[in-house]
C-alpha cells in the first residue's frame, strides 16, 4: 500500500507539472494566435478538431483503455488488441478521407462559399492521416498508465505542445492562415505520438498474432466505452455543430475561443488527477470503501482547485480578453464569464468517470451519456435558435443544474453508495470560498483602478492570497495534501 501510495504521489507531481506547463503554453499561443489569426480561421480549426474527436473516438473502439481495467491480461491478447485497433483505426481514416467533402459541404452554409468549403476538405482530409498514426502508440501509452508511469506521458505532452506552439506561432507570422494551426497540431502530435510509440517498443512488441479467444469481456467494455464516448462527444459539442450550421464560422470561433479560455485551465486540472486515480481505483476496484474515500477525497481536491479558477475568469475577463487577445475578441466576455459557470459543472463528473472507467461499468456511463443527449439536444437547440451565443451558453448552465442531481442518482450512488450529504458539501463548499474571494477582489477592481496590465496582476495575485488563507484556516487538511503532492518528502519518496 505504502509503493501505491508513493506512485499515486509520484504520478501526480508528473502529470501536475505536465498540465501546467502545457496549459500555460497553450494559452499563450492562443494569445498569440489571436492577434494574427482572424475568428474565421480559428472556426476552421474548430471544425476540424471536432470531426476529428468524433472520428477518433469511433477509431479507437474503447479498447485501449480496457487494458488499464483488466485485471489480467496475455500476451497474445494485447497482441491482439493491437491490430484491432490499428486495423480499426486505417479503415476508419480511409472513410473519413472519402467523406470529407461530403462533411465539409455538410457543415458549411453554401452561401458562405464554395471556396470555404473546399479548403475545410483539404483541411479535413489532411488531418485523416492523425487517426493511424495516433493508434499506433495508443495501447503503449495506456500500459505506461497502467503501470502508473506518467513520466514518459508527461515529458511527451510537453514535447508535443512546445513543437504545436512554436511551429504554428512561425507559420502564422508567415502568413499561412489557418493551415499554421493544422500544421503545428499535426507535427507536434506526430513527433510526440513517435516518443510513446518508440518508448512502448523498448518494453514489448506486439507479437504476430491474432486470436480472438477470451477477449469478449474486454470487447463488450470497449463497446460500452466507444459508444459513451461517441455520446458523450455529442453532447459537448452538440454547441459547437449547431453554431457551425446556424450562426456561421466567425461565430463558431468566437464561441470556440471563449470555451478554451474556461475549458482549458479546468481540463488541464482534471485529466492530471484523472490520469492518475484510473489505474489506482482499478487497482481497488473490490474494494467499496477504498473507492468512496478515494473518489470524494479527489472530488473534493478538483472542486477546490476549480472554484476559484471560475470565479477568477469572471471577475478578470473584461481586463484580460482586449489586453491579451485584442479588441476583436470583446465579443467573448460576456460569454467567458457564462461558460465558466458551465466549466466548473463539468470538472464535477471527471472524477466520476475515472471511477466507473475503474469499475468496468462502461454501460452505465454509456446510459448515462444517451439520457443527458435526450436532455441536451433540445435545450441547446432551442437556445441557439432563439437567443443566439449567450443562450446556448445559459442553456447549458441551466441543464447541469439539473444533470448533476440526477448524475448523483443514477451513476455515483449505485458504485459507492448513498454520500448524499457529502457529495452536496464537497460541490457547494468550494464555490462560497471562491465567492468570498470573488467579492473581495471584485471590490478591489472598482476602487482601486490602475493600468489594465498592473490591475490584472495584482487582482490574480490578491484573488490567489486570499483563497490560499481561506483553504489555510478552513480545509488546511486538503492544503496539506495538495502540499505534498506538488513539495513530495524526498525522505519518505
Given at each position: 500500500m505504502e509503493n501505491l501510495r508513493i506512485q499515486t504521489v509520484r504520478g501526480?507531481?508528473?502529470?501536475?507539472?505536465?498540465?501546467?506547463i502545457t496549459g500555460v503554453m497553450q494559452f499563450v499561443q492562443i494569445a498569440v494566435?489571436?492577434?494574427?489569426?482572424?475568428?474565421?480561421?480559428?472556426?476552421?480549426?474548430?471544425?476540424?478538431?471536432?470531426?476529428?474527436?468524433?472520428?477518433?473516438?469511433?477509431?479507437?473502439?474503447?479498447?485501449?483503455?480496457?487494458?488499464?481495467?483488466?485485471?489480467?491480461?496475455?500476451?497474445?491478447?494485447?497482441?491482439?488488441?493491437?491490430?484491432?485497433?490499428?486495423g480499426i483505426a486505417w479503415f476508419t481514416a480511409i472513410v473519413f478521407f472519402l467523406v470529407a467533402p461530403h462533411l465539409a459541404a455538410m457543415l458549411i452554409e453554401p452561401e458562405l462559399g464554395s471556396d470555404l468549403i473546399s479548403q475545410l476538405t483539404t483541411l479535413l482530409r489532411?488531418?485523416?492521416?492523425?487517426?493511424?498514426?495516433?493508434?499506433?502508440?495508443?495501447?503503449?501509452?495506456?500500459?505506461?498508465?497502467?503501470?502508473?508511469?506518467?513520466a514518459i506521458v508527461a515529458k511527451q505532452e510537453i514535447l508535443t505542445t512546445t513543437l504545436n506552439l512554436l511551429i504554428s506561432v512561425g507559420l502564422a507570422l508567415a502568413g499561412y492562415g489557418v493551415w499554421s494551426l493544422l500544421i503545428g497540431y499535426m507535427i507536434g502530435n506526430i513527433i510526440g505520438q513517435l516518443w510513446i510509440l518508440f518508448a512502448g517498443l523498448r518494453t514489448w512488441q506486439p507479437s504476430i498474432v491474432f486470436d480472438l479467444t477470451g477477449l469478449k469481456p474486454v470487447f463488450r467494455y470497449g463497446m460500452y466505452h466507444s459508444g459513451e464516448k461517441m455520446v458523450q462527444f455529442f453532447n459537448m459539442k452538440i454547441d459547437q455543430i449547431l453554431i457551425t450550421t446556424l450562426l456561421g464560422m466567425q461565430a463558431l470561433g468566437i464561441y470556440n475561443m471563449a470555451l478554451n479560455l474556461v475549458i482549458y485551465p479546468i481540463q488541464r486540472i482534471n485529466q492530471a488527477v484523472t490520469q492518475v486515480m484510473?489505474?489506482?481505483?482499478?487497482?481497488?476496484?473490490?474494494?467499496?470503501?477504498?473507492?468512496?474515500?478515494?473518489?470524494?477525497?479527489?472530488?473534493?481536491?478538483?472542486?477546490?482547485?476549480?472554484?476559484?479558477?471560475?470565479?477568477?475568469i469572471m471577475i478578470t475577463a473584461p481586463?484580460?480578453?482586449?489586453?491579451?487577445?485584442?479588441?476583436?475578441?470583446?465579443?467573448?466576455?460576456?460569454?467567458?464569464?457564462?461558460?465558466?459557470?458551465?466549466?466548473?459543472?463539468?470538472?464535477?463528473?471527471?472524477?466520476?468517470g475515472a471511477l466507473l472507467l475503474a469499475v468496468g461499468r462502461t454501460d452505465l456511463g454509456f446510459a448515462?451519456?444517451?439520457?443527458?443527449?435526450?436532455?441536451?439536444?433540445?435545450?441547446?437547440?432551442?437556445?441557439?435558435?432563439?437567443?443566439?451565443?449567450?443562450?446556448?451558453?445559459?442553456?447549458?448552465?441551466?441543464?447541469h443544474l439539473f444533470l448533476g442531481v440526477v448524475y448523483y442518482l443514477k451513476v455515483i450512488r449505485p458504485i459507492i453508495g448513498p454520500?448524499?450529504?457529502?457529495?452536496?458539501?464537497?460541490?457547494?463548499?468550494?464555490?462560497?470560498?471562491?465567492?468570498?474571494?470573488?467579492?473581495?477582489?471584485?471590490?478591489?477592481?472598482?476602487?482601486?483602478?490602475?493600468?489594465?496590465?498592473?490591475?490584472?496582476?495584482?487582482?490574480v495575485v490578491i484573488g490567489i492570497g486570499l483563497y490560499t488563507i481561506l483553504l489555510f484556516v478552513l480545509e488546511k487538511p486538503i492544503l496539506d495534501r495538495i502540499k505534498d503532492v506538488a513539495l513530495p518528502d524526498r525522505t519518505r519518496l
Open positions: 501526480m507531481r508528473w502529470t501536475g507539472s505536465s498540465q501546467v494566435l489571436a492577434n494574427i489569426l482572424t475568428p474565421t480561421e480559428f472556426g476552421l480549426m474548430a471544425t476540424v478538431l471536432l470531426s476529428m474527436n468524433f472520428i477518433s473516438a469511433f477509431a479507437d473502439a474503447g479498447v485501449s483503455y480496457a487494458i488499464i481495467q483488466a485485471k489480467e491480461m496475455s500476451d497474445v491478447q494485447r497482441s491482439t488488441l493491437y491490430w484491432v485497433h490499428n489532411v488531418s485523416a492521416f492523425m487517426i493511424p498514426i495516433a493508434a499506433a502508440s495508443t495501447q503503449f501509452r495506456m500500459v505506461f498508465h497502467r503501470n502508473m508511469e506518467f484510473f489505474p489506482l481505483f482499478a487497482k481497488q476496484q473490490d474494494d467499496v470503501s477504498a473507492l468512496r474515500n478515494g473518489y470524494l477525497n479527489l472530488l473534493k481536491t478538483v472542486t477546490l482547485i476549480n472554484a476559484p479558477l471560475m470565479v477568477g481586463l484580460f480578453i482586449p489586453l491579451l487577445l485584442g479588441d476583436q475578441w470583446t465579443s467573448a466576455i460576456v460569454l467567458t464569464q457564462i461558460l465558466a459557470i458551465y466549466s466548473y459543472q463539468k470538472s464535477t463528473g471527471a472524477p466520476a448515462w451519456n444517451v439520457l443527458a443527449m435526450v436532455f441536451t439536444l433540445p435545450v441547446i437547440a432551442y437556445s441557439a435558435m432563439v437567443y443566439g451565443l449567450t443562450g446556448i451558453a445559459y442553456g447549458f448552465v441551466i441543464l454520500v448524499g450529504a457529502d457529495y452536496a458539501m464537497t460541490l457547494i463548499k468550494p464555490v462560497l470560498y471562491a465567492a468570498m474571494m470573488g467579492f473581495v477582489v471584485r471590490l478591489l477592481d472598482q476602487l482601486f483602478p490602475f493600468d489594465t496590465a498592473l490591475q490584472l496582476s495584482l487582482l
